[in-house]
């Protein structure tokens, strides 16, 4: 059990585990801005609606840059108050809070986007999921992930 060899492990063994969670958090994040029902369609462009916290996830593993070249126009808070943009499919990334689950809620009751691609960092409780299945009136929401 000794002494030689072993010193820097613990340190390669932590930059290992953080590549991988940055890995996989860049790979979800890659599922979101490649969906194909996302895809780029004549006069269609996209706007992502990130989270206080999901902005960070984004912005760790995703330059400005890197987000306008796969297509989406811009990036916006969930909640955020903006002018109607029904030219746009949002992509919406968000933790399944209580206080977005609202936001999106709203949202839904008076749509500003074509569609909506919901994308949440965890499990969605099953009467979260209700609300904004009621609210959609319009019928905005083309998924659920």
Do not use: C, W
Request: net charge negative.
């Amino acid at each position: 059990l000794g002494g030689g060899g072993g010193g820097g492990s613990g340190g390669e063994m932590a930059a290992s585990s953080r590549m991988d969670v940055i890995d996989a958090v860049r790979g979800y994040i890659d599922r979101i801005v490649g969906n194909k029902a996302l895809r780029k369609e004549a006069n269609v462009g996209k706007v992502l609606l990130l989270d206080a916290f999901t902005t960070q996830v984004v912005s760790n593993v995703y330059s400005q840059t890197e987000i306008l070249e796969k297509d989406f126009f811009l990036v916006e808070q969930v909640g955020a108050v903006h002018e109607s943009m029904p030219h746009l499919k949002a992509a919406v990334f968000v933790r399944p809070t209580e206080a977005n689950i609202t936001m999106l809620v709203r949202e839904l009751a008076d749509p500003k986007f074509k569609e909506y691609h919901l994308f949440f960092s965890n499990i969605v409780t099953r009467p979260l999921l209700q609300r904004l299945a009621e609210a959609d009136d319009h019928e905005g929401v083309k998924q659920v992930h």
